[in-house]
């Protein structure tokens, strides 16, 4: 059986007035206490404290004679003193500012620093009033048993009016992970109530057995007996540090079990300094993945940035964006943002601000709202800010959106960057990429046409060697990878939510695969390729294996505390349904046509083998391709790309509503749209 997982039923679909109805049945005043105003509840630990301190003091006195009766009886005047002054002393000291739910160790210090400030007050106050009865020693003791007292009453308190009724609805959370982060994770889980740390979970041998922070550590091998025995539903990742191939196999292993599994990440991954619980995150597909990162180059990296005007389209993408903070970096004197969206080229200016103001990089940073299919736009913002490199990751990538709005996708993808390179020549840029996507090789939809189109308008560039206004030539290259993981539309996310909302986990079929990337590692891979082109190469990162996208929604079920259900297992809770493969899309993908690749200078970059027997696209196929989608015609638009990207082969006829089919005008290049009719 599984246990409730966040985001389940039986978790959330229980209204607040039941809930309140519950505890009032189960409770009784208990829950009235609970719930008394915020200065009642005060004035009670005021009034506690008022007979716990002189019963402290009589009870240090009691010790240090051996007997309730043998010897002299401590003065009357103590007890009287004793409350009168140490009551204003615990409310200078933050004693009553503590909130008894979240009683912990602090609070506790807290109170050990009001009593050593109260005792030798009282000690005195007493003396200089001549009561010298009070022996030091009875002083020690008193120390000790106020201290008892003020804090036993305050965990009491704590462990009768929440704890001892709370504990069935907190969730049990085994911590793997036995060092500091899962030490600190523990104490702050303290405070929570939704969660009650049980447990540790730790490879270190030498921690077997022993106790942490109030926690026993276990091997890794008896976690299947915590989760029997003690009920646990979930299991937090408390290991930072950890490599990703290390991670990886402890997910794997974890896989086996019924749990939920979050992860705490290192301090470098959180975008803000919320610790403890809040911290904690979902398994992303980069967990599974287990990649490990290949140290980049500095002086690839550098090249083409460092003290260099950096222009970066699609900035607001989540290519681009992650080119643009790692550039802010290698320190370019100026960064341009190029996006076409508005609230996009908002947040990524504020944020690429933050970073170079928190970091201290002196960059100036350009927005530019405006798109690449824009020439004179495009012209100018080179020209007059001096740009000398380009890295263009403005496009439409969603497959299906993009066969349903052929025209623009085409217009976008292939006129933008034709548009763009034609800029970049006339104002002197230095260096060229185009980021580019394995769906531009053997292309079956729209998306992956226009990008194959993208990139043979740059080799035609490269191989006429055309020249800048300054005579030398612009480097144009090419760097192809497959799917980015955080990228908008990315699976992961999508699978999380239906597992979450208890199925079906949707699936277009059962044998699809595809590659992966962090966009990160992306990024770096990106920049490196750029610097090493001399001209018309396309380089091909390494993606490592494809995955199984089945076998993704598989492990992520499990991981998620949940069974798939399926004919082998009918007591399962969430299905795997196949929707079919959607308009243009492929079963797999390829980076390269055939094994013609080479190695470079770094081991995640390839070079592939220039491409031969292809037509690159002429003025006058740009020219017509730039009337039909002018004029709407998709027929024409897709017949003419498929005769440019000849591995596109014959397109089917568009149900997008908005295309129309007018008579072309034969100005525009009468023998190419010929050719598209034929």
């Known amino acids: 059986m599984r246990f409730p997982y966040p985001g389940s039923p039986i978790v959330e679909n229980a209204s607040s007035r ?6 009032i049945v189960e409770q009784g005043w208990r829950f009235r206490l609970k719930n008394l105003p915020r200065p009642v509840k005060v004035a009670l630990m005021v009034i506690t404290d008022l007979s716990l301190v002189p019963f402290a003091l009589w009870l240090a006195w009691v010790l240090k004679q051996g007997s309730l009766t043998a010897g002299t009886a401590p003065p009357l005047g103590a007890f009287l003193l004793a409350p009168l002054l140490s009551i204003p002393i615990f409310h200078y000291m933050g004693v009553y500012r503590t909130v008894v739910r979240y009683v912990d160790y602090e609070s506790i210090w807290a109170t050990v620093r009001a009593v050593s400030l109260a005792v030798p007050a009282t000690a005195g106050v007493l003396m200089l009033m001549g009561n010298d009865g009070l022996l030091q020693a009875v002083l ?67 921690l077997w057995g022993s106790l942490i922070a109030g926690l026993r550590v276990y091997a890794p091998k008896e976690l299947a007996d915590l989760v029997r025995i003690k009920r646990v539903a979930e299991v937090f990742l408390a290991l930072p540090s950890a490599s990703p191939g290390r991670r990886r196999e402890i997910l794997d292993a974890l896989e086996k079990l019924p749990l939920y599994i979050r992860i705490l990440p290192s301090s470098g991954e959180r975008k803000n300094r919320v610790t403890g619980v809040e ?73 690429l601000r933050s970073i170079a103001a928190r970091q201290r990089h002196r960059v100036e940073i350009v927005p530019v709202l405006g798109s690449t299919q824009d020439r004179a736009r495009c012209e100018k913002t080179l020209r007059e800010l001096g740009v000398n490199t380009v890295y263009h990751a403005a496009a439409y990538k969603h497959v299906p959106l993009v066969e349903h709005n052929a025209i623009e996708g085409i217009r976008n993808n292939v006129l933008g960057t034709w548009r763009l390179a034609e800029s970049a020549l006339a104002t002197g840029v230095e260096t060229f990429v185009l980021i580019s996507t394995d769906k531009a090789v053997r292309p079956s939809n729209i998306m992956g046409a226009s990008k194959r189109c993208s990139e043979l308008i740059l080799l035609r560039y490269a191989k006429e060697g055309r020249m800048r206004a300054s005579g030398r030539r612009t480097r144009f290259s090419i760097v192809r990878f497959g799917n980015v993981l955080g990228s908008s539309g990315s699976v992961v996310p999508v699978f999380r939510e239906q597992i979450k909302a208890g199925g079906p ?106 491409a031969t027997g292809e037509l690159p696209p002429t003025m006058e196929n740009l020219d017509a391709l730039a009337d039909a989608c002018e004029r709407g015609d998709c027929a024409v638009a897709r017949r003419l790309l498929a005769s440019i990207v000849v591995e596109y082969g014959h397109p089917a006829e568009s149900d997008d509503p908005l295309c129309t089919s007018e008579p072309p005008r034969k100005e525009a290049g009468g023998e190419v749209i010929a050719l598209a009719r034929s």
């Open 18 to 23: 039941e809930r309140v109805s519950q505890n």
């Open 505 to 610: 986990v949707t699936v277009t079929h059962q044998d699809v695969t595809r590659y992966f990337m962090t966009v990160t590692e992306a990024a770096q891979l990106v920049l490196q390729a750029g610097s090493m082109g001399k001209g018309g190469e396309i380089f091909v990162l390494d993606m490592g294996e494809p995955i199984r996208i089945v076998e993704l929604a598989r492990k992520m079920i499990r991981l998620m505390g949940r069974e798939v259900r399926d004919s082998e297992n009918l007591s399962g809770e969430i299905t795997i349904e196949y929707t079919g493969l959607r308009p243009g899309e492929k079963l797999y993908e390829e980076l390269l046509i055939g094994d013609n690749a080479t190695g470079t200078q770094h081991p995640r970059i390839w070079l592939a083998e220039k």
């Open 279 to 351: 911290a904690l995150r979902d398994i992303e597909l980069e967990d599974l993945l287990g990649r490990e990162p290949v140290v980049p180059e500095k002086g690839l990296l550098r090249a083409c940035i460092q003290d260099k005007a950096v222009m970066v389209t699609g900035a607001g993408g989540s290519i681009g964006s992650e080119l643009c903070r790692q550039i802010v970096a290698l320190g370019p004197r100026r960064l341009v943002l190029l996006e076409i969206s508005e609230f996009a080229l908002y947040t990524v200016d504020r944020e």
């Open 140 to 206: 020690i003791i008193y120390w000790f048993t106020l201290n008892a007292l003020i804090a036993g009453s305050r965990m009491l308190a704590r462990a009768w009016l929440f704890d001892f009724k709370e504990r069935g609805q907190r969730r049990g959370v085994v911590i793997y992970g036995a060092g500091s982060d899962g030490v600190r994770l523990a104490s702050k889980m303290r405070k929570d109530m939704e969660f009650k740390p049980v447990a540790f979970v730790d490879d270190d041998r030498t």
